[in-house]
C-alpha cells in the first residue's frame, strides 16, 4: 500500500519514517552500482577522469571498480568496438551477475562512430546487448557520464519489481543470456542480435 | 632530409651490387620535391642485401622504421598502335590492293602485384631514411616474398600487419599470423578489389558513398522482402 506523499512528509516531522519494500530495494539497488574495470579507448580516460578527485564518481555510490564481471553491475563500454572485440563485450556481459546496466559510452560505441564505415568497427554495442544508457559525444566530456549515470539511477528507482517492465533478475521468462557472436570468414555472424535490436525506423 | 652522410641512391646501388653479385637492384625515382628514391631490391637476393645495408660500415641501416604494403591491381591500357594493313579499293572499275597505315586502339592488361616499402635508417651514423621495396609476380597465387624479420628484428609485427592486410607470405618469417583481424577472416581488407560486408541496414545520416551503398542494400532487402510475401 503506497503512502502518499504529503502523508509521508508529515509523519517525517512526527519522526515516524514510512517507505514501501521496493523504495527501499531500489534506493539500495541504485546507491551502489558498481562499475566494471575496462576501457575499451580513449572514452576510458574520460571515463578514469570521472572517477578521479574533480568529478567524484563516489558521490553516487560508484567508486568501487571492479576488475571482475562476477561482482559488477554496471558495464561502461568506453569506447571503439571493433569487430575482433565484440565477442569478448558479450561474452563478459554473460558473465556479469543480475541486475546489469549497460552504458555506452562515446559515439563509437553508440554507433561505430568516426570508424563506422570501417571494415573492423561495429556499428554499436547495442546490436548485441541491451543498452540502458547512449551518450553521445568524442569523447563525452565527465560531466556526461555523470549524467548518463545519474539517468541510470533515475531509471532504477523508477523500476517496479513486479508487472510489466520489472527488472530481468526479477522475470524468470526474460532472455538472461546474449547469444556471443562468432567471428566468420567476413564478417560477425550474426550481424546482430534480433531479440536485442532491430533497424529503426528513419524518418525524413 | 638527406644527411650529408649518407651516399645517394645509385652510389648504394652500386655498393651493393659490388657485394651481392647479380643483385639486380633497380632505382625507382620520386619525381616529388622530397626526392626520397627508393631500391627495388630481387626477392631472390633480398635477405643477403638486407644484411649487407646492415652490416657494412658506411652505411649500418640498424634500424627499420617502418614497413608497408601497396597494391597494384591489373590495369587495362588502352594503347593506339600504327598498324599496316591492306585495304581494298575499287577505282577505274578494278579491284586495287594497297597497304595503308591505320591507327587501332588496343586494350591489353598490364598484371598487378603487391608491394612491401622498408624504410631503414641508421642510428649509429645518423642517417636515412634508405626506402627498399620488393615486389610480388602476381596478386593472387604468388605472394610469397621474403622476410627481412631475421635482420631486423622490428619487422616482425608490421610484416604480419602487412600479410593480414595485404596477404602477403613472408617466408622465413617466425611467426606469421594475422595481427589485427582475426584467425578465421578470410579478406585482405587493405586490398584495392575488397568488399566489405554489405552492413548498411541503418545509415540515418549517409552521404556520397555510404548513400550509394545504403540504397543499394535497401533495394535488395526490398525485393527479398517482396519475394518472400509472395
Redesign the interface.
Known amino acids: 500500500m503506497a503512502v502518499e506523499d504529503g502523508l509521508k512528509v508529515e509523519l517525517g516531522k512526527q519522526g515516524v519514517f514510512v517507505t514501501t519494500i521496493e523504495e527501499l530495494y531500489n534506493w539500495g539497488r541504485r546507491s551502489s552500482v558498481w562499475p566494471m574495470q575496462f576501457g575499451l579507448a580513449c572514452c576510458a580516460i574520460e571515463m578514469i577522469a570521472t572517477t578521479m578527485a574533480r568529478y567524484d564518481l563516489a558521490r553516487f555510490g560508484a567508486e568501487v571498480f571492479r576488475p571482475s564481471p562476477r561482482q559488477a553491475d554496471l558495464m561502461i563500454i568506453s569506447g571503439t568496438v571493433t ?2 572485440m565484440a565477442p569478448q563485450v558479450v561474452r563478459l556481459y554473460n558473465q556479469m551477475a543480475e541486475p546489469k546496466y549497460v552504458i555506452a559510452m562515446g559515439a563509437c560505441a553508440i554507433s561505430g562512430g568516426p570508424f563506422k ?1 570501417g ?2 568497427v561495429l ?1 554499436g554495442i547495442d546490436r548485441y546487448i541491451p543498452v540502458d544508457v547512449h551518450i553521445p559525444g568524442c569523447p563525452p566530456r565527465p560531466e556526461a557520464l555523470l549524467q548518463a549515470f545519474v539517468t541510470l539511477q533515475k531509471k532504477i528507482d523508477a523500476q517496479h519489481l513486479t508487472g510489466q517492465g520489472r527488472p530481468r533478475h526479477l522475470d524468470s521468462a526474460a532472455q538472461g543470456e546474449f547469444p556471443v557472436p562468432v ?5 560477425l555472424e550474426p ?1 546482430s542480435n534480433p531479440g536485442v535490436w532491430t ?2 525506423v ?1 524518418i525524413r | 632530409m638527406r644527411e650529408k652522410g649518407l651516399k645517394t641512391v645509385e652510389e648504394i646501388k652500386a655498393a651493393i651490387e659490388a657485394a651481392v653479385p647479380g643483385a639486380g637492384v633497380e632505382i625507382v625515382p620520386n619525381s616529388s620535391p622530397s626526392a626520397q628514391h627508393s631500391l627495388r631490391l630481387d626477392p631472390r637476393h633480398a635477405a643477403a642485401v638486407a644484411r649487407f645495408l646492415r652490416d657494412n660500415e658506411d652505411l649500418a641501416l640498424d634500424f627499420l622504421s617502418n614497413v608497408t604494403g601497396i597494391d597494384w591491381p591489373d590495369k587495362e591500357v588502352a594503347e593506339k598502335v600504327k598498324v599496316i594493313r591492306p585495304v581494298t579499293k575499287k577505282g577505274d572499275g578494278v579491284e586495287q590492293t594497297a597497304e595503308e597505315t591505320v591507327e587501332e586502339t588496343r586494350k591489353r592488361v598490364e598484371p598487378g602485384c603487391l608491394e612491401v616499402v622498408y624504410h631503414l635508417f641508421s642510428v649509429a651514423k645518423k642517417h636515412g631514411p634508405v626506402v627498399l621495396r620488393m615486389r610480388t609476380v602476381n596478386r593472387t597465387d604468388q605472394v610469397e616474398l621474403p622476410s627481412l624479420t631475421p635482420v631486423w628484428r622490428s619487422a616482425e609485427f608490421q610484416e604480419r600487419e602487412v600479410f593480414d592486410l595485404y596477404g602477403v607470405v613472408f617466408t622465413g618469417h617466425p611467426d606469421l599470423r594475422r595481427l589485427l583481424m582475426w584467425d578465421a577472416f578470410k579478406d585482405h581488407p587493405m586490398r584495392r578489389d575488397y568488399v566489405e560486408p554489405d552492413d548498411f541496414e541503418y545509415e540515418p545520416t549517409a552521404h556520397d558513398a555510404v548513400l550509394a551503398r545504403a540504397a543499394a542494400h535497401q533495394a535488395a532487402h526490398q525485393t527479398q522482402e517482396g519475394k518472400g510475401s509472395e
Do not use: I, M
Not at chain 1, 567471428?183 to 564478417?187: M, N, P, Y
Open positions: 569487430k575482433k564505415q571494415y573492423n556499428k567471428q566468420g570468414e567476413h564478417d550481424t533497424v529503426p528513419v
